[in-house]
Nanobody, 119 residues
Framework: QVQLVESGGGLVQAGGSLRLSCAANGNIFSIHTMGWYRQAPGKQRELVATQNNEGRTNYADSVKGRFTISRDNAKNTVYLQMTSLEPEDRGVYYC?????????????WGQGTQVTVSS
């Protein structure tokens, strides 16, 4: 079974920075996408950023220019460097793996890590 473990969440003041990590263990296919989603209180889960095995990235408009997704392919680990954090960035951040191509992959989710941004 594939498992994802997130870390790095915490409390930060507006304007601050935080770095999230997600390590994937198990049978990770060569073609896959890893990324981050978040769910703020009272809101639906939304995409934050993803990166596939080729390095192609996708960002939510709300985080472009502030967040950077990266990876260590050898360790199947994805990172999210968050800067200039805003109160609107608060929520539970979930790591997701799509194990396979976008059109046929199987999704796996981490347990989530809490990000709190104070005013």
């Amino acid at each position: 079974q594939v498992q994802l473990v997130e870390s790095g969440g915490g409390l930060v003041q507006a304007g601050g920075s935080l770095r999230l990590s997600c390590a994937a263990n198990g049978n990770i296919f060569s073609i896959h996408t890893m990324g981050w989603y978040r769910q703020a209180p009272g809101k639906q889960r939304e995409l934050v950023a993803t990166q596939n095995n080729e390095g192609r990235t996708n960002y939510a408009d709300s985080v472009k220019g502030r967040f950077t997704i990266s990876r260590d392919n050898a360790k199947n680990t994805v990172y999210l460097q968050m800067t200039s954090l805003e109160p609107e960035d608060r929520g539970v951040y979930y790591c997701k793996l799509r194990n396979g191509p976008d059109w046929a992959g199987r999704d796996y989710w981490g347990q989530g890590t809490q990000v709190t941004v104070s005013s």
